[in-house]
């Protein structure tokens, strides 16, 4: 199983919204609404910010909402903020009770 | 809310055998987090992030594909704890090492997470 594809770079200025793409097959994302999405700051361990494609763990800004269309999912970043600044990662059921994770996004705030 | 600690070697030589282990507290395997999965899941340097598989409270263990040859994960639930081994390790598998859990059954997304072992493979 290969890692789920995003782009490696996104940036964005302050306030503004950035969208990061996590793009899968028709055989995971295309099929479960399990995808998930994590932040990490550097030499941080990763934090839960969506799960189930849409929902927000209790205490997440809801400046971060998630969505799903096809075999991508989307994280978006709404008012960004200069915490924000941090590498995103996605992550999705594959079946076979496995997961795969995305290759990540740097997040820049310009 | 689940605590984890996690600890184990920090150098190896290639061909050893790579061994984690990570601390559960706020609640017990077997009773208040029984029907939680605790995976593995590590970072080469610079590079994104990998899931190595997970066990749950009886043992009952998922591998990912790719490493299931030379991965075994075993759960100690009188201390409270589960680790990982990984054998014949090459400096490939050089990465920090994270624990993390899953709430459970057809929850699929990792809620709390270790602080991260670095594991260097070096002759």
């Known amino acids: 199983q290969s890692a789920l594809t995003q782009p490696a770079s996104v940036s964005g200025s302050p306030e503004q919204s950035i969208t990061i793409s996590c793009t899968g097959t028709?055989?995971?994302?295309?099929?479960?609404?399990?995808v998930s999405w994590y932040q990490q700051h550097p030499d941080r361990a990763p934090k839960l910010m969506i799960y189930?494609?849409?929902k927000r763990p209790s205490g997440v800004s809801n400046r971060f909402s998630g969505s799903k269309s096809g075999n991508t999912a989307s994280l978006t970043i709404s008012g960004l903020q200069a915490e924000d600044e941090a590498d995103y990662y996605c992550?999705?059921?594959?079946?076979?009770?496995?997961?795969?994770f995305g290759t990540g996004t740097k997040v820049t705030v310009l | 809310q689940v605590q984890l600690q996690q600890w184990g070697a920090g150098l190896l030589k290639p061909s050893e055998t790579l061994s984690l282990t990570c601390a559960v507290y706020?609640?017990?395997?077997?009773?208040?987090?029984?029907?939680?999965?605790w995976s593995w899941i590590r970072q080469p340097p610079g590079k994104g992030l990998e899931w190595i598989g997970e066990?749950?409270?009886?043992?009952?263990?998922n591998y990912n594909p790719s490493l299931k040859s030379r991965v075994t994960m075993s759960v100690d639930t009188s201390n409270n704890q589960f680790s990982l081994k990984l054998n014949s390790v090459t400096a490939a598998d050089t990465a920090v090492y994270y624990c993390?859990?899953?709430?459970?059954?057809?929850?699929?997304?990792?809620?709390?997470w270790g602080q991260g072992t670095l594991v260097t493979v070096s002759s």
């Open positions: 993390a859990s899953r709430r459970g059954s057809g929850l699929y997304y990792f809620d709390y």
């Open positions: 706020s609640g017990t395997i077997s009773g208040s987090f029984s029907g939680y999965y």
């Open positions: 066990i749950n409270h009886s043992g009952s263990t």
């Open positions: 028709s055989s995971d994302i295309g099929t479960y609404d399990l």
């Open positions: 189930e494609v849409t």
């Open positions: 992550c999705s059921y594959v079946g076979d009770y496995t997961l795969v």
